[in-house]
Each structure stands twice: as structure tokens, then as C-alpha cells.
């Protein structure tokens, strides 16, 4: 399995996002799609998960304001985020689960400036 993730950029507090994650390779073994943060100094972090059955989960501080979505068609992954916050500054990574593994891709930069 490869993970691409991309969309990051430079925006402003209270700016949106949309971070894509194209998912290639053998992906039946995939459980669970989400997407990781690190911020400089501070410890990874998962913000979102998204199930193969469509069940999706949000670190609290995200909680209605980043959306996980999943294309199963395209093989793509989401994570639309809204009212950034300077917080939210770090490097974005999508991951996937199987039973056995976890896979991740390369990160994603997002700066959130105040």
C-alpha cells in the first residue's frame, strides 16, 4: 500500500483546507483510514479516523471542525478542516490500519498563521 498525501499550505486563522490522500497498492486489507499530526516538539497525534464501514472519529479538539471523508472509488481520503487555528500547525500525515500494520505516508505541511 502507498499513501500521497497532499493540500497543505499556508493560510490565515479562521481559513479552511482540504488535505487529499491518494491510497494505491493492495487496499483490501485496509480496516481503518485516518490521518495523523506532528506538531515541532510535540508528540504525533491521530486527528481523525475513518472505517471501512464509514464509522469516523475525531480527537476532541478537532471535534467539529475537521471532516474525514473516504472516495472508495477514487481510493481517496479527506480531511476538510475549517476555522484553523494556529494550533493546528503541524505536518499532516494519512495513515491506514489492516489487522496486522499500520501504514503512513508522507506528511503534508500546514501553517496556520494568527
Known amino acids: 500500500v502507498q499513501l500521497q498525501a497532499s493540500g497543505g499550505g499556508l493560510v490565515q486563522a479562521g481559513e479552511s483546507l482540504r488535505l487529499s490522500c491518494a491510497v494505491s497498492g493492495s487496499t483490501a486489507s485496509i480496516r481503518v483510514f485516518g490521518w495523523y499530526r506532528q506538531a515541532p516538539g510535540k508528540a504525533r497525534e491521530s486527528v481523525a479516523t475513518i472505517t471501512r464501514g464509514a464509522e469516523t472519529d475525531y480527537e476532541d479538539s478537532v471535534k467539529g471542525r475537521l471532516t474525514i471523508s473516504r472516495d472508495h472509488r477514487k481510493n481517496m481520503v479527506y480531511l476538510q478542516m475549517s476555522s484553523l487555528r494556529p494550533e493546528d500547525t503541524a505536518v499532516y500525515y494519512c495513515?491506514?490500519?489492516?489487522?496486522?500494520?499500520?501504514?503512513w505516508g508522507q506528511g503534508t505541511q500546514v501553517t496556520v498563521s494568527s
Open positions: 495513515y491506514v490500519r489492516t489487522f496486522v500494520r499500520e501504514l
